[in-house]
């Protein structure tokens, strides 16, 4: 007893310590767990937002290839003579996109110079490669993947040949 009576005589201090520092550690610990969590929670959000950008991405690229395609078909049409293909009536001029009724093809299309009347040009006037007597709307609804898609994609363009 002696030996502990002469260290607390050295050291006052030692008895009035009441563990100051273990709360001062504890809450610098939770602290940085929070801190943590909290970073984890950040980039757990950020691979979620790449990930839609990219599934997003994907479903308009597969819509812009589809448009493509089909404008290309159509000029193939064109060249070799044949009457393109339209998937809606040309005199249907007011039906609206609707991704309900329209499943079941790809990429839909429309002649739009039938819609509005030419009669004030004179087409004889034009010369053949500035004349736009053929206009044909395109529509692609298209999705990033064939099974449990997350984006769609609607593309709309008018083609001129």
Known sequence: M???K???RRYPQRRQQSGAVLY???IMLILLSLIGVIGLQ???LQERMSSNYQATNLAFQNAESSVRERERQLDTDLLAGNSPVTNLPSIDCTTPFNPQ?????NAHVRRLDECFSLTGVD????PEEERTDQIYQITVYNRDRVINPTAEAVIN?????
């Open 2 to 4: 002696s030996n502990h």
């Open 6 to 8: 002469a260290i607390s």
């Open 24 to 26: 001062v550690a504890l």
């Open 42 to 44: 950040i980039a757990s």
């Open 101 to 105: 009724d329209w499943t079941g093809a």
């Open 123 to 126: 087409m004889t006037s034009i």
């Open 157 to 161: 363009t008018v083609y001129i040949p």
